[in-house]
Every structure is written in C-alpha cells, then in structure tokens.
C-alpha cells in the first residue's frame, strides 16, 4: 500500500465513523427528547406526550438524515454504510428512549428490557430496508419516484391515528409528521412523477406500515 | 469528496448490528425481581385502606394473584387502583342512577391520575388512560366501559 492510499484509507474509515458517531447522537438526542416530551405530564399538554411516543417522525428524522449522508457518500458500499448509519441512529433513539423511561419511572434493567428488546431486535432488518429507500430515493426513475413516497407511507397511520384523537393532536402530531415526511419528495424539484407509481406507492406503503406499526408502535410498548 | 472506507470496517459494523439484534431477539434479560402472591396481595390490601371505592362496592375477598405467576413491585398496588377506578367508572356507567350521580362519579375518574397505577403505567398507557378519561368527561364513554367490563355490576 503507497502511502497516499493508506492516507485515503484512513481518511475514508474516519469519515464514515464520524457519520456513524453523528447518527448515533442525533439518535440519542432524539430518543431522549421524545421520552421527555412523553413524561413531562404536567409541562406538556397530551398532544406532545404523544409526539414522544409517535413512531413514524422519529423515524422520518433518521431518514432524511441518512439520505442526506448518502448524498455525500460515494456509490461503492454505500446502501450498506447507509444501513450502517441508520442503525446507529435507530439504536441510539430506542435506547436512549427506554433508559430514560427506565430511569424516570424507576424501573429495574429486567423491567425495561423486555419492552426494548424486539424493538432493538428489529433494528437490523429494518434499517436494511430504510437504508435500501434511502439510496434508491436519489435515484431518478420509478423506483426513485416509489422511495421518495414511502416516509408518507409510513407516516399515514400516525397522522391517522393521532389525527382521530383531537385539533390539538392534529396540530402538535399529525401536520409535523406529515411535514417531515413530505420533505424529500418536496425537495426533488423539476422530477417528473409517474403519478401511477407514486399511488401505488402511498396505497400499499400506506396500508403496509398501518397494519405494522398498528401492532408496533411505541405508544403500546406494554 | 469522501473515499471509500475498507470492507472490513464494513463488516464489522454489520457483525456489531447484527450481534446486537440478535441479543434483542434472542435474550430475555435477567429474571425480574417478581413478588409472591402473598407480597402482592399485602400491597392490595395496603392499597386498599386508602381508597375510597363507589358506593355499593367493596374489596373483593379473593385476590386475582397466584404463586404460579410472578409479579413486579407494586402490581399489589396498581392492581388495587385500577379496582378503584372501575368501580367509579361502572358506577358512572350505571343507567339506572341519576344523571348526577353519574356525573358525580365521571368526575371521581381523573382522580386516577394521582395513584401509583397511574404513575407508573408505560407512556402509552398513560396516554391512553388520559383519553378515555377526558372522551369520558366529554360524554364518550364507549372506551370507559370497555376497560372496566371486566368489573361487573355493583356488589
């Protein structure tokens, strides 16, 4: 190895972590803010209590995140460096979410782990998944069309649900998730839509993550 | 620009994401500090004499709790509250009382809020306990009667 492409080796491999080591603190961040705005019962009023425990713009955060890294990140490996980064973000949110829980309410580790685990046990497939949209959402044909659509996907049972519960929950929950999640098809200007894909799109990632995050969300994490 | 960083950076990030997943998936955690069901029934007793039930209701006899289940500190307790509330809460539901005596037990129920059950409820519990109370002050007392279907009528 010259010693030009050992110094490119090492500035790649710092780089990279740099990125996993900044995820993992937004992710922290995120996941601590989320469990204050879930148990401060007498600062905020219920719509924020359940903003803390919504799923979807949490991880919408992450995701805009990740894609904005992936952005930067040369074409080589990087739908796995992008699941890499993601994972520390999503394993930072939900440890930091529970730990502080945990702390809060005085909990035993043995309390707090078996409403953490299949979370953190789901982290690796899903941050496959998140990474592989991701990536793909740079791209400029259908397929980059369909990612771009899937964070309304999965932000639509939120937005539902919360949405159902009163006009301050509308406001506080749904009309931020859907914001965040409309984002990254905002920001692709002069793209030229395939209207039948992104339908398709929103129905089935829609009617996909409202049966999954139905049964998983955090807010029945009991 | 950013250079490409060694696979074996690579993977070993994902041996470590994969390590950790799988701990997720695959462990239990260490075994809870469960209480016996006699600790748990002394918790709902001591619960109990400080909790004013509806009236026509009293403290059941036999407690739900056997030494084939564990329970966590405090289910005693949590377990005593959550009696209390039903009993206002089908007392609240109950067609055959007057308007204002209903009202009058509806506005017993945020008083749940105060308990140890309550405190100590996951986020989502909590969060959904405070609708079905406040849907319940509103006049919904769809979700209110399905919590506390289990209780009965009065006795």
Redesign the interface.
């Known amino acids: 190895m010259t010693e030009a492409s050992a110094e ?2 090492a ?3 710092l ?3 740099l990125f ?1 080591a900044g995820m993992a603190g937004a992710g922290a961040l995120v996941g601590l803010l989320a ?1 204050v705005l ?2 401060n ?1 007498k600062t905020f009023s ?1 719509a924020f ?2 903003l ?2 919504s799923t979807a713009i949490w991880l919408t955060i992450g995701f805009l995140l990740a894609r904005w890294i992936a952005q ?3 074409p ?2 990087r739908i ?2 992008i ?2 980064v993601l ?1 520390a973000y999503l ?1 930072a949110w939900l440890i930091a979410y529970h730990t502080l ?1 945990g702390i809060r ?1 005085q909990l ?4 707090v ?13 899903v ?1 496959v998944a998140l990474g592989l949209v991701a990536v793909f959402s740079l791209r400029k044909d259908w397929l980059g069309d369909a990612c771009l659509i899937v964070p309304i996907g999965w932000s639509l049972r939120d937005a539902y649900f919360y949405g159902h ?1 009163g006009v301050s929950e509308i406001v506080v929950v749904a009309i931020p998730t859907l914001l965040a999640a409309l984002i990254p098809a905002a920001t692709a200007r002069r793209r030229r839509w395939r209207p039948l894909v992104v339908a398709a799109t929103l129905l089935l990632s829609g009617a996909v993550f409202y049966l999954l995050m139905s049964r998983f ?6 | 620009m950013h250079s490409v960083p060694p696979r074996s950076s690579l993977y070993c990030a994902a041996f470590a994401i994969l390590a950790l997943s799988s701990v997720g998936l695959l462990w239990h955690g260490p075994a809870d500090t469960a209480g016996s069901a006699s600790s748990v029934a002394a918790e709902y007793r001591k619960e109990a004499l400080d909790l004013k039930l509806a009236p026509g209701w009293h403290w059941p006899t036999t407690l739900p709790f056997t030494n084939n289940s564990g329970y966590g500190k405090g289910a005693g307790t949590a377990r005593a509250d959550e009696y209390w509330f039903c009993t206002w809460a089908r007392r609240a539901l109950s067609r055959s009382l007057g308007l204002g005596t209903r009202r009058q037990a509806l506005e017993q129920l945020p008083k749940l809020r105060g308990t140890y059950a309550y405190a100590h409820y996951i986020p989502d519990t909590r969060s959904s306990m405070d609708a079905m109370i406040n849907n319940a002050l509103r006049g919904n007392t769809s979700e209110l009667n399905a919590n506390c279907s289990w209780l009965g009528s009065a006795r």
């Open positions: 490119t080796t500035r790649g491999r780089s990279v972590w996993v469990q879930r148990q019962t219920g209590m359940d803390g425990a930067t990140r040369p080589r490996d796995a460096w699941s890499v994972a394993f829980w309410e035993d580790f043995a309390q782990w078996p409403q953490m685990r299949f979370w953190i046990a789901a982290v690796a497939p941050c519960q969300t955090l807010d029945s994490s009991s």
